[in-house]
């Protein structure tokens, strides 16, 4: 296997080549690695420092380099697994070279957490994690972290996929970005209580063509209630543009109060908090500290997710102000007005046209004709 050089966090590595001229070159190599997905890396390592993990199980590791920059940035006992031989060859390699004590196993996922138990479990497979969420909740003892990069059945584009992984109704709506997230956190959820676990968010977010979450697990048929009790659904009108949330295993029958049309549930999907207010706040001091390249980035992240509000969907200003026949006003405007009114308000952190409020349509329509002088 062709190898070149890689660099991320504090480790140089090596990863497979790949063909500049292939429509994804990462899907090219024999062994997967996605520069892209770097933020996504940094977020795991301080992460990690932050809620003090003390042990980790990369499950799924390719060339290693989420394990070993947890080994190598954190100072913690590191297990990297991967079920094909070229990966765990390169893994052991890459271990070499830096002189990481990480035990490297040649194991399939799903059968390596039937048998062992680690206190962190990262599942960050190509595609969804579906597969893999019963196994590691069983083989989990206290932090479960998960990639999926499956997005178009969590959004809505594929629904038939997105019923048969997820068991969950999607609907590809301009806040899909949102819905998406709380269906994969949903899932986690229903997968987790069956063995009388609770749930608790820690840092989640949806960038680019992945989610992300970070979950703590906690053992009790009380804590398991606890979480169940946020499941819940959006109800879409399929004519405009009112939405509204509701909790509940089942969703109930509803018509729009505005044109009278059948409301549509997306989900069963999570409607609690997807974020740990003490753990943000603590996020979002180290980051700049981090040393990492992309520190600036994952700033901004940090600091919308910290700000954002609890709520299942989000509004497009533009397609707010299309339906409410205005030009768009400054967004920042739109908000400060809305918040004058006695309702909360914010941004969300994977849109720049994202509107987050529960405010009702008509404070919308008055705060952006007030706004535009319309």
Request: net charge positive; glycine share 10%; hydrophobic share 40%.
């Given at each position: 296997m062709d190898c070149v050089w890689a660099e991320e966090g504090k480790i140089r590595f090596l990863v497979p080549a790949t063909d500049p001229h292939h429509p994804f070159p990462p899907g090219s190599a024999p062994v997967f690695y996605n520069p892209r997905m770097e933020l996504s890396r940094d977020v795991t390592v301080l992460l990690s420092r932050v809620i003090g993990v003390s042990g980790y199980l990369d499950a799924m590791g390719a060339t290693g380099v989420r394990g070993l920059r947890v080994s190598s940035e954190c100072n913690i006992p590191?297990?990297?697994?991967?079920?094909?031989?070229?990966?765990?060859?390169?893994?052991?390699?890459?271990?070499?070279?830096?002189?990481?004590?990480?035990?490297?196993?040649?194991?399939?996922?799903?059968l390596l957490l039937s048998g062992r138990t680690f206190e962190t479990v990262d599942i960050d497979p190509f595609g969804s994690p579906a597969p893999f969420i019963d196994?590691?909740?069983?083989?989990?003892?206290?932090?479960?972290?998960?990639?999926?990069?499956?997005?178009?059945?969590?959004?809505?584009?594929?629904?038939?996929?997105?019923?048969?992984?997820?068991?969950?109704?999607?609907?590809?709506?301009?806040?899909?970005?949102?819905?998406?997230?709380?269906?994969?956190?949903?899932?986690?959820?229903?997968?987790?209580?069956?063995?009388?676990?609770?749930?608790?968010?820690?840092?989640c977010f949806s960038r680019d063509h992945y989610f992300r979450v970070h979950v703590r697990l906690v053992k009790g048929a009380r804590d398991a209630d606890r979480s169940l009790e946020r499941i819940g659904y959006i109800l879409q009108c399929p004519a405009c543009i009112f939405r509204t949330e509701t909790?509940?295993?089942?969703?109930?029958?509803?018509?729009?109060?505005?044109?009278?049309?059948?409301?549509?549930?997306?989900?069963?999907?999570?409607?609690?908090?997807?974020q740990d207010p003490e753990i943000t706040r603590s996020l979002e001091s180290t980051v700049l500290s981090s040393g990492f390249s992309l520190s600036a980035t994952l700033q901004k992240l940090v600091s919308l997710c910290r700000q954002e509000l609890d709520l299942s969907f989000h509004y497009d200003y533009h397609h707010l102000a299309r339906s409410f026949h205005t030009s768009p006003p400054p967004i920042t405007q739109v908000l400060e007005s809305i918040r004058r009114e006695g309702?909360?308000?914010?941004?969300?952190?994977?849109?720049?046209?994202?509107?987050?409020?529960?405010?009702?349509?008509?404070?919308?329509?008055?705060?952006?004709?007030?706004?535009?002088?319309?």
């Open positions: 590191v297990t990297i697994a991967d079920r094909d031989h070229r990966a765990v060859a390169l893994i052991r390699r890459n271990a070499g070279i830096l002189g990481l004590p990480v035990e490297v196993l040649p194991s399939d996922a799903n196994s590691a909740i069983r083989g989990c003892g206290k932090f479960l972290f998960v990639t999926a990069t499956d997005t178009a059945p969590l959004c809505g584009a594929h629904r038939n996929a997105g019923r048969r992984r997820y068991f969950a109704s999607a609907l590809n709506t301009e806040y899909h970005a949102e819905t998406g997230l709380r269906i994969l956190l949903g899932f986690v959820v229903r997968e987790a209580v069956k063995y009388d676990r609770g749930v608790e968010p820690l840092f909790h509940g295993l089942l969703p109930p029958p509803a018509e729009c109060p505005y044109c009278g049309k059948h409301l549509v549930p997306v989900g069963p999907l999570w409607t609690g908090t997807i309702y909360a308000a914010s941004r969300a952190h994977y849109s720049g046209t994202a509107l987050k409020t529960s405010a009702p349509l008509s404070i919308l329509r008055a705060a952006f004709r007030e706004t535009s002088g319309k």
